[in-house]
Nanobody, 125 residues
């Protein structure tokens, strides 16, 4: 079973960029859809975006469309979340999660599992 570990978080200013990485191990990563989620203090976890198993489809939550981009490098068993034009409301712990085998759009949040520990992103105003 694929396990994941996120990295790349940090403290940035509004308008800055960050790239998060999600490294997979322990299973066949390349045939899994992958998702990114985030959880801000006192709030429920919310979907950020996802990428199909071959990387041909990506889809995003409305508030990050045009600012965030998900990509993957199956040769490196890694999925990326490029975040541009960051806003204070993007502050959260970001998690990646494993989706279905051969998964593609559309997927439900409940289709994702094997969450990583997360990486903190803090955006100051």
């Amino acid at each position: 079973q694929v396990q994941v570990a996120e990295s790349g978080g940090g403290l940035v200013q509004a308008g800055d960029s960050l790239r998060l990485s999600c490294a997979g191990s322990g299973g066949t990563f390349s045939n899994k859809a992958m998702g990114w989620f985030r959880q801000a203090p006192g709030k429920e976890r919310e979907f950020v975006g996802a990428i199909s198993w071959r990387g041909r489809s990506t889809w995003y939550e409305d508030s990050v469309k045009g600012r965030f981009t998900i990509s993957r490098d199956n040769a490196k068993n890694t999925v990326y979340l490029q975040m541009n034009s960051l806003r204070p409301e993007d502050t959260a712990v970001y998690h990646c999660a494993v989706g279905p085998t051969y998964g593609t759009y559309p997927l439900e949040d409940t289709d994702f599992h094997s969450w990583g520990q997360g990486t903190q992103v803090t955006v100051s105003s």
